[in-house]
């Protein structure tokens, strides 16, 4: 069973930046993890992930050049940290931290088509103009 717990999240200006973290516990092997947003009356969507093994990270479209995901270098490689640049009011959702252990390194860049099997509880980013 794994445990995911995330943080940060909060407000901001357009143009500025936020950092979220999603820490996965009970699980000791790798792990597929990523971030999904979901905005108000829009469906779900990934934004970025990581394959915990390696620490191979993958971003998508819509944030490429913006958004930045990268691994606790500690001992503990199933924490993953957001960094979040030039924030859009667009960017304004509920962040999703989710964890698939089943999906290797080649699977997870695909990250956003799988159903991932455990799920944080959520953190509201909002953006203002």
């Known amino acids: 069973q794994v445990r995911l717990v995330e943080s940060g999240g909060g407000s901001a200006q357009a143009g500025g930046s936020l950092n979220l973290s999603c820490t996965a516990s009970g699980w000791t092997n790798s792990l597929c993890m990523g971030w999904f947003r979901q905005a108000p009356g829009k469906e779900r969507e990934a934004v970025a992930g990581i394959y915990t093994l390696y620490g191979t990270t993958y971003i998508y479209d819509s944030v490429k050049g913006r958004f930045t995901i990268s691994q606790d270098n500690t001992e503990n490689k199933n924490t993953m940290s957001l960094r979040m640049n030039s924030l859009k009011p667009e960017d304004t959702a509920i962040y999703y931290c989710?964890?698939?252990?089943?999906?290797?390194?080649?699977?997870?860049?695909?990250?956003?088509?799988?159903?991932?099997?455990?799920w944080g509880k959520g953190t509201a980013v909002f953006i203002s103009s």
């Open positions: 989710a964890a698939e252990p089943r999906l290797d390194e080649r699977l997870c860049s695909q990250f956003g088509s799988y159903k991932m099997e455990y």
